[in-house]
C-alpha cells in the first residue's frame, strides 16, 4: 500500500464499503458509513469484562449434587461447547475476511472492537470453564466431536474458505458475490442465528436462578452480538445499495437456501443440547423459535420470510431483539464508566 504525495482530500462519493480503491483508508474523514462510527462509540460505552462477574454462586451450584439435574448439566455443556470456539470463529472472520477487504475506514474502525469483543467472548467462556473447574480439553473440543456443534461450524467454515485464500480479491463480479456471501453466513447465520438457541438455554437458566454468573456474563455477550448483527445487516445492506448487480434473484434464492440449511442444522443442535428439555423448553419449542428469528434476519436485507411462525419465547424478544441497550445494563455500565475514571 503507497500514499500519493500532494494527493487531494478523499471525495466522499468516492467511499465504497468495499472496492472503494483509491479513497484512502487511512483517513477517517471524510465519513460515508456514519451507523459503523455509531456502532463503535455505543460498544465503547458498552465495555465489559468477564472478571468483574463474580461466579462464586455458580461454583456452589456447580459442585452441588442436588442443584442441578443431568439434563440441565448435559444442557450447559453443550452450550458451551458450542460457544468456546464459536466467538475464535468469529474473530479470524472479522480478521481475516471484513477487515483484509473492506475499503471504509469507519467500519474498519469498528471491526477493530469488534474484533477485541469477540475475544472478550472467548475469554468469558475460558472463565466459566475454569471457574466452574469443566474439563477443557472435552469442552473446547466438542465442535470436533459432538456432531451437531460440528456440522454448524463446518457450514460457516466450508463457505468462507475462498474468502480466507490470501490471494483472493475483492472487484470481480463472481468475487463480490462470494465476499457477499461471506458476510451474509458469518452475520445473519452464524451471529444471528447459530448463537441463539444457546443464549435461550442460558436465559433459561437465569429465569430458574440457577448459574446467574455465567447467565449474566451471556447477556453481556448477547448485547454486544446483536450490534454486531446490526453492524452486519447495515454492511450487506450498504453493499446491495453500492452495488446492486450482486443482488440477483438467483443470488437471493441462494441466501434463503442458506439460512433454511442453517434453521435445521440450529434445530437439530437444539435436539443435542436437551433430548428431554428442560424449563418447560423442547426441541419442539426451538424449532419454532429459530424458524422465528430466521424469517427476522430474512427480513432485515429484504427478503421474504418463509415460515412466517409465532415466537414461542417472548421472554426472549425483550431480552434479545428489542433495542434494549439504553436501560438493560445501564446499572453496570454507569459503574464501569465511574471505576475507569477514578482508575485513571
Ligand atoms: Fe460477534
Known amino acids: ?50 472478571t468483574e462477574i463474580s461466579m462464586q454462586r455458580d461454583i456452589e451450584q456447580w459442585k452441588s449434587p442436588t442443584a442441578l439435574t443431568s439434563d440441565e448439566r448435559k444442557a450447559f455443556e453443550t452450550v458451551l461447547g458450542f460457544f468456546t470456539t464459536a466467538d475464535s470463529i468469529a474473530a479470524n472472520n472479522v480478521v481475516l475476511a471484513f477487515y483484509r477487504h473492506v475499503t471504509s475506514p469507519e467500519v474498519r474502525m469498528y471491526l477493530l472492537r469488534q474484533g477485541y469483543e469477540e475475544a472478550i467472548h472467548t475469554h468469558a467462556y475460558q472463565y466459566i470453564v475454569e471457574s466452574l473447574g469443566m474439563d477443557e480439553s472435552r469442552i473446547f473440543n466438542m465442535y470436533r466431536e459432538v456432531e451437531s456443534i460440528y456440522n454448524k461450524d463446518s457450514m460457516v467454515l466450508s463457505l468462507n474458505e475462498g474468502v480466507f485464500d490470501p490471494s483472493f480479491k475483492t472487484g470481480t463480479f463472481e468475487n463480490d458475490q462470494k465476499f457477499l456471501e461471506n458476510m ?101 419449542g426451538f424449532k419454532q423459535y429459530i424458524e422465528h428469528i430466521a424469517d ?41 464508566k465511574t471505576g475507569g475514571t477514578l482508575q485513571w
Open 1 to 50: 500500500m503507497s500514499i500519493t504525495k500532494g494527493a487531494p482530500f478523499v471525495d466522499i462519493n468516492k467511499r465504497r464499503l468495499i472496492n472503494g480503491g483509491d479513497a484512502d483508508v487511512m483517513q477517517l474523514y471524510p465519513m460515508r458509513h456514519t451507523f459503523a462510527w455509531e456502532a463503535y462509540l455505543a460498544s465503547n460505552a458498552n465495555h465489559w469484562l468477564p
Open 296 to 336: 427476522r434476519r430474512l427480513e432485515r436485507v429484504d427478503l421474504p420470510a418463509q415460515y412466517n411462525v409465532a415466537n414461542p419465547f417472548p421472554w426472549m424478544s425483550e431480552a434479545v431483539d428489542l433495542n434494549k441497550e439504553k436501560n438493560f445494563f445501564e446499572t453496570r455500565v454507569t459503574e464501569y
Open 184 to 284: 451474509i453466513v458469518f452475520s445473519l447465520i452464524m451471529e444471528g442465528i447459530f448463537f441463539y438457541s444457546s443464549f435461550a438455554v442460558m436465559f433459561g437458566f437465569q429465569r430458574q436462578n440457577k448459574l446467574t454468573g455465567s447467565a449474566e456474563q451471556i447477556q453481556y455477550i448477547m448485547r454486544d452480538e446483536s450490534m454486531h448483527l446490526n453492524v452486519g445487516i447495515n454492511m450487506i445492506n450498504t453493499i446491495k445499495k453500492e452495488q446492486p448487480e450482486l443482488w440477483t434473484p438467483e443470488f437471493q434464492r441462494h441466501v434463503i437456501d442458506l439460512v433454511k440449511r442453517a434453521v435445521v442444522l440450529e434445530y437439530t443442535f437444539a435436539q443435542t443440547v436437551f433430548p428431554n428439555g428442560i424449563f418447560g423448553m423442547n426441541a419442539a
